[in-house]
C-alpha cells in the first residue's frame, strides 16, 4: 500500500545550520509529495508540494524535490533559525478518489540560539 | 477571512460520555476529512467526506462517527465505544486533488 517514511527525530541544530530530513515513500501511480509544518499547539500548514517527477517545491528558504528514481523528497533549508522549530511531515496523495493523505511520523525539529 | 475552525481547543470529558467535536469551513470545499494524531506519531484518517451527505470510513473509524448536512460543517462525534480516546483531533478540507487545508486541532482528554 501506500506510505511514507520519515527520518526520525528529533533533531537538534545550532541557528543557521544545515538542514536534512529525509523522506522517501512508497505510493502505486503517481503521487504528489507534500511537507507539512506544526508549530505547538496548532494545526498543520503546507509547507510546499510538488507534483510530479522532477518537481522542487520551495518556500520560506526550504526545498524540496520529488526524485522518483530514488523515491525520495527530502527537505533541505540552507541556514535554519529559532523560528523553524516545529514538527515536519512528509506526506503523499495518490490522487485516487478518496484524495487521502499518507503522511510520515513527523520529525521534531529544535533550532537552538 | 476564509478558513477552517475548530472548536473547542481544549475538551474534558469522563470515560463513557460521548462528545462532539466541531469543524467549520467556509473555504467552499466539497471535500473534509478527521485525522486523529498521537505522540510520537503521524496523523491518522478517521472519517473522510466528499460530498454534503455522504462519508466514508478512513482508517481507524472504530468508535467514532461524523454526519454532513452542510458542506460547511463535518462535526466528529468520539463514543464511549472508542477505547482510547484522548488525543489531538485534526480537520481538514480540500477543493482539489491534493492539497488539504488544516484546522488548528483539538486536544481532547478523557479521564
Known amino acids: 500500500g501506500d506510505s511514507v517514511t520519515q527520518m526520525e527525530g528529533p533533531v537538534t541544530l545550532s541557528e543557521e545550520a544545515f538542514l536534512t530530513i529525509n523522506c522517501t515513500y512508497t505510493a502505486t501511480g503517481y503521487p504528489s509529495l507534500f511537507w507539512y509544518v506544526q508549530y505547538p499547539g496548532e494545526g498543520l500548514q503546507l509547507l510546499l508540494k510538488a507534483t510530479k517527477a522532477d518537481d522542487k517545491g520551495s518556500n520560506k528558504g526550504f526545498e524540496a524535490t520529488y526524485r522518483k528514481e530514488t523515491t525520495s523528497f527530502h527537505l533541505e533549508k540552507g541556514s535554519v533559525q529559532v523560528s523553524d522549530s516545529a514538527v515536519y511531515f512528509c506526506?503523499?496523495?495518490?490522487?485516487?478518489?478518496?484524495?487521502?493523505?499518507?503522511f510520515g511520523t513527523g520529525t521534531r525539529l529544535t533550532v537552538i540560539p | 477571512d476564509g478558513g477552517i475552525t475548530q472548536s473547542p481547543k481544549y475538551l474534558f470529558r469522563k470515560e463513557g460520555q460521548n462528545v462532539t467535536l466541531s469543524c467549520e469551513q467556509n473555504?467552499?470545499?466539497?471535500?473534509m476529512y478527521w485525522y486523529r494524531q498521537d505522540p510520537g506519531q503521524g496523523l491518522r484518517l478517521i472519517y473522510y467526506s466528499q460530498i454534503v451527505n455522504d462519508f466514508q470510513k478512513g482508517d481507524i473509524a472504530e468508535g467514532y462517527s461524523v454526519s454532513r448536512e452542510k458542506k460547511e460543517s463535518f462535526p466528529l462525534t468520539v463514543t464511549s465505544a472508542q477505547k482510547n480516546p484522548t488525543a489531538f483531533y485534526l480537520c481538514?478540507?480540500?477543493?482539489?486533488?491534493?492539497?488539504?487545508?488544516f484546522g488548528p486541532g483539538t486536544r481532547l482528554t478523557v479521564t
Open positions: 506526506a503523499l496523495t495518490t490522487q485516487t478518489g478518496a484524495n487521502n493523505l499518507f
Open positions: 481538514a478540507s480540500s477543493i482539489t486533488q491534493d492539497e488539504q487545508y
Open positions: 473555504l467552499n470545499h466539497d471535500a
